[in-house]
């Protein structure tokens, strides 16, 4: 997640009966999120330009190759992003959690590169291209925000086909456990893939994956809360990856 910035406080007054401008003021990612850099003026003019969106469990934010004119915030939840190969098998590319910009292509003039589907119910901001192309004529300081998010998002990528494309499947489904804590809600919760999801992402069969899952719940690795949540004992596993990575050395 992005650090902390120096965000200058959003008075309920200034406001009162915007929809809008009530949800930044509540929101909980908004020190992390894009608009954290801005001061208060800025976020009284832009308040009306800002769409909010809510989407179900397998909905689609947009579509890969469609043109777009607008980047998100997540503020609650978990997106997943999806692609097609040349055989038309679909693969998950990427995840990313609250307080992620996703849709930074289009500020290049570019269509969206994947499908960008709800893994769970999700909240976000839609910010169209042309007020932070705006913005950024005012503030030194978002050009380097987005600089630095869209350096995240290739580190992202990279993570993606290092650790989870490639090696044992143990150690890949070890790496994914941990890159969903990221995204572990309040109550230590973590949003669990399906089996075929998690083969897609990890590049396994669905079968490789259900039995690797079993066998973290009989060790204890995982502890199922429902059926798409689980809760995990990080200790064990960053111990399992840290031993991985010391007989690999």
Known sequence: MPPATNVIPLRPEIAPYSPQAQACL???????????VL????LVRIHHRISDRRLQAGERLYGAHEP?????????????????NDRGER???RLAGPSDLIGLEVLLGQRYAADAV??????????????????QQRHANLTRDLMKRWQRALDDAD???????????RHRM??????????????????MPTRQEMGTMLDMTVETASRLVSAFRREGLIEPVDARHARVDMGRLLAELKAEGAAGS
């Open 159 to 169: 993570e993606w086909l290092t650790e989870l494309g490639s090696g044992p499947a």
């Open 68 to 84: 777009g004119q607008v980047l998100y915030t997540l503020r609650r939840g978990v997106m997943r992003f999806e692609r097609h």
């Open 174 to 191: 070890l790496r994914l456990l941990l890159k969903l804590s990221e995204f572990g809600d309040a109550g230590a919760r973590v949003w």
């Open 118 to 135: 709800a893994c769970t119910e999700v909240e976000l901001c839609g910010i169209p291209k042309v007020l932070i192309d705006e913005l």
């Open 39 to 42: 001061g208060e003026g800025d």
């Open 26 to 36: 509540n929101c909980g990612v908004r020190q992390t999120a894009l608009f954290g």
């Open 91 to 93: 693969r998950i590319v």
